[in-house]
Nanobody
């Protein structure tokens, strides 16, 4: 069964850091572009960052640029979303998604496989 699993979410305070992990089962993530998305209640799903499949090219939404970093560890078959200087407006369910292509971008329609999400709550 092909699926993605996100982990690492939780409740943190403003200014804290958190690292999310995206791990697949049933395929090797190295050959896929991977995107991170988030969705807050009542909001559209938003792309926050993505990474290419072979040269680690990345792109970020303006709202997280300079604070979030997407990286991959092919030895662990895992892609990460490192989040720093978290703000209350970063509160959302975070999803990873994979596209069997060099690049996926920040649009959700480019991705074939999705995880079920992990909750991130930033609150004092």
């Amino acid at each position: 069964q092909v699926q993605l699993v996100e982990s690492g979410g939780g409740l943190v305070q403003p200014g804290d850091s958190l690292r999310l992990s995206c791990t697949p089962s049933g395929f090797t993530l190295e050959y896929y572009a991977v995107g991170w998305f988030r969705q807050a209640p009542g909001e559209e799903r938003e792309g926050v960052g993505c990474i290419s499949n072979n040269d680690d090219r990345t792109i970020y939404a303006d709202s997280v640029k300079g604070r979030f970093t997407v990286s991959r560890d092919n030895n662990r078959n895992t892609v990460y979303l490192q989040m720093t200087r978290l703000k209350p407006e970063d509160t959302a369910v975070y999803y990873c998604a994979a596209s069997f292509a060099y690049w996926g971008g920040l649009g959700p329609r480019e991705y074939e496989y999705w995880g079920v999400g992990t909750q991130v709550t930033v609150s004092s």
